[in-house]
């Protein structure tokens, strides 16, 4: 069962309450196969996104997952409201809370902005990705399409290479997977790995041939091109010759082995086209899964059954 008030990050979720989502996202996806997607499962809630970042996947699937509900949805862009004015964040989110938000979905440049909002407001509060912090729904979006392609999670060696410093993805998967009894190994160039490694208590490598080496999935990371200008790696070309999933590198991993990846993709950087798009991709069904699992979040949270 679920009790908490908001979904802040996977860290500290047990395998129960990681369950009790993944199995109701299952249920739920099933709205998705039918031509009639409309139920009123949250006739009568209101939710609000609240973007301060750029998203396409997570903004559009938490408002489709809100629509086939039949949840009263807003949507709110810094660039258009009174942040521009001055207004704090605080601010912003008591004056939408005194309108009757039940819910709101926020990401926010700085890890734990939706947290400091969690603590002070009423409504329930889901972190659609936080600075360097978490991704919640991404974890479990993740987590559901292994799930789902392998039949389970536990004893999966899961390989995830790249950005990991400044990966808020790879933070979500890693406790979410490690909960669910997955082993993960990390991999990245020196530069693009956290200081202190060992708090993760996972496999860490700085060639990715050791990390794909016999892994049943391969999650490539976007390479932060905003963070660039810090020199983080050469040059493009040098990242992608070094550390792109090339069909040659994947050929280490399981014949089997799942390639997904957040998106968006930089196509021919850390990842090739014919491999974004080959046979062993499933990054498309990570984004359907995606609506699933806001589905499951929005109902969980608002402590309404999924019928
Ligand atoms: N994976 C993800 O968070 O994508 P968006 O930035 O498009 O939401």
């Known amino acids: 069962m679920w009790h908490r008030k908001d979904l802040l990050g996977l860290e500290g979720l047990t395998r129960p309450e990681l369950e009790t989502i993944l ?41 489709m997952a809100g629509k086939f509900l039949s949840a009263d949805l807003t949507s ?7 942040a521009q004015k001055g207004e704090t964040l605080l601010d912003t989110a008591r ?99 956290p200081d202190d490694l060992s708090a993760f208590g996972v496999d860490t490598f700085t060639r990715p041939e050791e990390a794909l080496e016999g892994a049943d999935v391969v999650m490539m990371l976007r390479v932060q091109l905003e963070r660039q200008q810090r020199g983080l790696f050469p040059t493009p070309h040098e990242y992608s010759r070094f550390w792109g999933l090339t069909p040659e590198r994947l050929r280490l991993a399981k014949p089997d082995a799942l390639v997904m990846h957040p998106g968006p993709l930089n196509r021919g950087l850390e990842i090739p086209t014919e491999v974004a798009d080959g046979d062993q991709s499933v990054i498309l069904e990570q984004v359907t899964n995606g609506v699933a699992v806001r589905m499951a979040c929005l109902t969980l949270l608002l402590g309404v059954d999924d019928k």
Not at 25 to 37: C, G, S, T, Y
Not at 76 to 82: D, L, M, Q
């Open 95 to 193: 004056n939408l809370e005194a309108m009757g938000f039940d819910l709101v979905v926020m990401r926010h440049q700085f890890s734990g902005a939706p947290q400091f909002l969690a603590e002070r407001l009423a409504a329930h509060v889901i972190n659609a990705g936080d600075g360097l912090h978490e991704h919640p729904t991404q974890g479990l979006l993740d987590m559901m399409t292994i799930r789902e392609k392998k039949g389970r999670l536990d004893g999966l060696q899961v390989a995830i290479i790249g950005d990991i410093a400044h990966s808020r993805v790879a933070r979500s998967d890693l406790w979410g997977l490690r909960a669910m009894g997955a082993q993960v190994r990390l991999a990245g160039p020196a530069t693009m790995l």
């Open 76 to 82: 709110i862009s810094p660039s258009t409201s009174s």
């Open 23 to 63: 199995d109701r996202a299952e249920r739920l996806k099933d709205i998705l196969a039918q031509p009639e997607k409309k139920r009123t499962t949250l006739r009568g809630r209101s939710v609000l996104t609240l973007f301060f970042e750029a998203s396409t996947r997570t903004r559009t699937s938490f408002e």
